[in-house]
């Protein structure tokens, strides 16, 4: 099946520093990407919603300010958690929809935590 | 509002045993409808889907679910469980009137004793 790579899979950093997450596409074009947030013990919330070449489309209660998303290319896509706090601790996921209809496959996840 | 119910947040059971998962979902037409296993800290792995024909699907590692459209349901199964089945189990109903998006069920967190 098509593979979802995330990048990098756990990352640590200081309270007030900006965060990149890569999600990309190996071996097909996506050319819409969802964004995810799973917090312990919970069920996955859905952030937004990419397409290439177009602005992101986000969720109800999620600061586009904060959670900058770039799907610069059919192939990846970019969540940048800006100065993060220890609240924005978790674990993202892509997924990525293939061009053929009904077809979406997800990332491994990113672990983010803010000290 | 689309919705996904899955009425069990923790099930366990004997290893060996069967396993079933309900899952209920909210929406005025056939949705297509997803499986998924997500083992701790890892990303969540495609069991299985439903689109369309028979309502009776069968999935990896042993699993199979079963569409009734009059229950709005879309129970997994499974006659025999591995304790490698321990992990968090995920409905999903993917809507296109609503650009394809994903809703995902609260999860069922499944262990397995030996």
């Known amino acids: 099946g098509a593979v979802v790579s995330q990048h990098p899979s756990r990352v640590i950093c200081k309270s007030g520093t900006s965060v990149k997450i890569e999600c990309r596409s190996l071996d097909f074009q996506a050319t819409t990407m969802f964004w995810y947030r799973q917090f312990p013990k919970k069920s996955l919330m859905l952030m937004a919603t990419?397409?290439?070449?177009?602005?992101?489309?986000?969720e109800q209660g999620v600061e586009k300010d904060k959670f900058l998303i770039n799907h610069a290319s059919l192939t990846l896509s970019t969540l940048t958690v800006t100065s993060a706090h220890p609240e924005d601790s978790s674990f993202y996921i892509c997924s990525a929809r293939a061009q053929v209809v009904g077809e979406q496959f997800f990332g491994p996840g990113t672990r983010l935590t803010v000290l | 509002a689309q919705s996904v119910t899955q009425p069990d947040i923790h099930i366990t059971v004997s290893e060996g045993a069967s396993l079933e998962l309900r899952c209920n979902y909210s929406?005025?037409?056939?949705?297509?409808l997803f499986w998924y296993v997500q083992s701790p800290g890892q990303g969540l792995q495609l069991l299985l889907k439903?689109?369309?024909?028979?309502?009776l699907v069968q999935g990896i590692k042993g699993f199979e679910a079963e569409f009734k459209r009059s229950q709005s349901s879309f129970n997994l199964r499974k006659p025999s469980v591995h304790w490698s089945d321990a992990a968090e189990y995920f409905c999903a109903v993917r809507v296109e009137r609503t650009g394809n998006q994903f809703y995902f069920g609260t999860g069922t967190s499944l262990t397995v004793i030996p």
């Open positions: 439903y689109f369309s024909g028979d309502t």
């Open positions: 929406y005025g037409a056939t949705p297509y």
């Open positions: 990419s397409n290439e070449g177009s602005k992101a489309t986000y």
